[in-house]
Structures are given as C-alpha cells and as structure tokens.
C-alpha cells in the first residue's frame, strides 16, 4: 500500500515538474544548442557545461536510464551554479520515476524544490492545473 502511495506522489510531481521545465524551455531557459565556440571568453568552458548535459539527455532520451541518472548526478555536481542545473536535477528524478523507482523519484523532485527555490515556487495554482511557476530572479 505504501508503494502505490508512493508511486502517486511520485506520479504528480513528475507532471507538476515536467509543467516547469516545459515553461523553462518555452521561455528560452536553458539554451537548447551550445554556444558558439568563438564567442565570448568563457565560451568553452560553457560549450563543455551544454555538451555534459546534452550527453546526459541524450542517455535518457535512449532509455539508459542509469547512465542519465549517473550523467545528471555529475553533472549537478560539476556544475551547481549552472542554469542548466535545475533542469539537471530534474531529469535525476525523471530517470528514477521511468525505473519505478518512486521513492527516489520524489527525493530527488524534493530535492529539486530545495536546492533550486529560486527556479521553483509553490503557488495556489492558476485554474488549469498549474501548481507551479517559474519565479523571477
């Protein structure tokens, strides 16, 4: 009983989440290529931020669900400053809700919420399902 609870908290801040970083991406955040190398100083250093996360994604995006649990966990460690890292650490508990593993799922959504509570506020929601909301920074 108590893991198909858990699997139903699991299931609702995946969508309530998945509703964020959906709003992220279509109000620009992050960016979905890497930067052009020949730009700024720092380019690189940038380039190879994008290029870790996009490696990470991409062993999602093929089902290696372990390989982008493990890409994401370094990724947010490598990189905690990163705008990229919230989104990181989402797709952490994207990964371990596709292997049913609901427990973790929601540590690692929970721990989302309180690493990131700039990116991410609770509000009362908006009528059509939205609990949360991408705050200004």
């Not at 309530?16 to 380019?43: C, I, S």
């Not at 609901?102 to 721990?111: H, K, L, P, V």
């Amino acid at each position: 009983r108590s893991d198909l609870a858990a699997q139903g908290v699991a299931h609702c801040l995946h969508r309530v989440l998945a509703g964020v970083v959906e709003t992220a991406a279509r109000e620009g955040e992050p960016a979905a290529h890497p930067p052009d190398v020949h730009g700024p100083p720092g380019a690189a250093d940038v380039s190879a931020e994008q290029r870790s996360y996009d490696a990470a994604l991409d062993l999602f995006k093929a089902g290696n669900y372990g390989g982008a649990i493990t890409g994401f966990t370094a990724f947010v460690r490598t990189y905690p400053r990163s705008p990229l890292s919230p989104s990181a650490q989402y797709w952490i508990g994207n990964a371990q809700f596709a292997q049913k593993d609901f427990r973790a799922a929601i540590a690692a959504q929970r721990q989302l919420i309180a690493a990131y509570p700039e990116v991410i506020a609770v509000t009362a929601g908006d009528g059509r399902g939205n609990l949360l909301e991408r705050v200004a920074t």
